[in-house]
């Protein structure tokens, strides 16, 4: 597991040490060679930022209760868990934090059907944190929403007319209401205010947002040894993020060119076209709007109550985002 990233937070890395091994056992499949492929990815996971942000607005509450936040983390991380198997269903990948994927072992039918397991498990996890049935209600809509985004990407593959407002229409589904929920639901469970609830909410959205298009920029400038992923899978696939789709604005004859081969885009093809996107200034755009999304949220982070937790959150997210002012 890797927290270093919480180091510099030892009071909410005290809360995400123990998820690990909760996390575990919330996880037990019945299936000896699914259980080890799921029970490996979720020992040689990434930074718990859902869980950590999830706990970090718990820190706003005038009340803790640690069994219901725990469970509350959990659920977030195992929703993501599930929905990042059936990514790897899609995009065929061999590899996930550098561990086999589930469908790498035990094959696309049964590595959907894990997901779809640990779908339930999530919501196993809802109703252990839940107290209201609204709590409930919130994480049936964010599913939705997750479930909405992927299948939006999936309406927009190949499709060399997509815009930038589909884009993040796009990712604001599949990456960024789960931040929001994760803010949120931190909040909400600790009994916050309503008014930080709301803009918890609206935080996670921009750092969810801003996290996926650097990410979406480091499929262009990462290596797969600092990423834990394949670079430019994404072009393989059809999916035109950001970076892209400011390039296709800037040079659309010679982009389209490369795009109109699709699946028959050579490595040496690949690789022309990155380099077409750094130098059209496709990534350096795709960084301003990463940049802009993050200072929304720094705005917003300095609307909420002054205290060491507003603090927190101010550094982690200028950390996250590779911020540093």
């Known amino acids: 597991m890797t927290l270093q990233i919480w180091d510099d937070f030892p009071h909410i890395q005290k809360e995400l040490v123990p998820l690990t091994p909760y996390l575990l056992k919330a996880a037990q499949i019945k299936q ?20 950590g942000l999830f706990y970090l607005f718990s820190e706003f509450g005038t009340k803790s209760d640690q069994a219901r936040l725990q469970a509350g983390a959990a659920a977030i991380e195992l929703l993501h868990l599930a929905t990042l198997i059936h990514d790897d269903v899609i995009d065929q990948a061999a590899e996930r934090r550098h ?4 469908q ?16 339930t498990l999530y919501f196993d996890q ?20 997750i479930l909405a985004g992927e299948l939006d990407q999936y309406d927009l593959n190949y499709q060399l007319n997509e815009t930038v407002a589909q884009y993040l229409r796009e990712i604001e589904g599949k990456t960024a ?43 262009y400038t990462g290596s797969e040894a600092s990423i834990r992923k394949p670079i430019l899978q994404d072009i393989q696939n059809g999916i035109y993020t950001l970076p892209l789709l400011f390039t296709l604005e800037a040079q659309p004859e010679a982009t389209r060119a490369f795009l109109s ?18 130098a059209s200034g496709g990534v350096a755009q795709a960084q301003t709007m990463a940049n802009e999304l993050t200072d929304q949220a720094l705005l917003d982070i300095q609307t909420l109550p002054e205290s060491r937790a507003r603090a927190d959150l101010e550094k982690l997210t200028r950390r996250l985002l590779k911020r540093q002012k």
Not at 37 to 49: F, P
Not at 108 to 115: I, K, L
């Open 177 to 219: 209401k789960l931040f929001a929920l994760a803010c949120a639901q931190g909040a909400k469970l600790a009994h916050a205010d309503e008014i930080i609830v709301e803009t918890g909410e609206q935080i996670g959205r921009s750092l969810g947002l801003a996290y996926q298009i650097l990410d979406d920029i480091l499929d």
């Open 99 to 102: 561990t086999a994927t589930v």
């Open 126 to 145: 809802v109703l252990r944190s839940a107290e209201t049935f609204a709590d409930i209600d919130t994480n049936v809509k964010a599913m939705h929403g």
């Open 261 to 278: 081969k699709k699946t028959r885009l050579t490595t040496a093809e690949l690789h022309e076209l990155q380099q077409l996107v750094i």
């Open 104 to 119: 790498t072992s035990v094959g696309n039918r049964n590595a959907v059907y894990a997901g779809d397991l640990l779908f």
């Open 32 to 51: 000896s060679a699914v259980n080890q492929r799921v029970q490996a990815l979720i020992q040689n996971g990434g930074k718990l930022v859902r869980a």
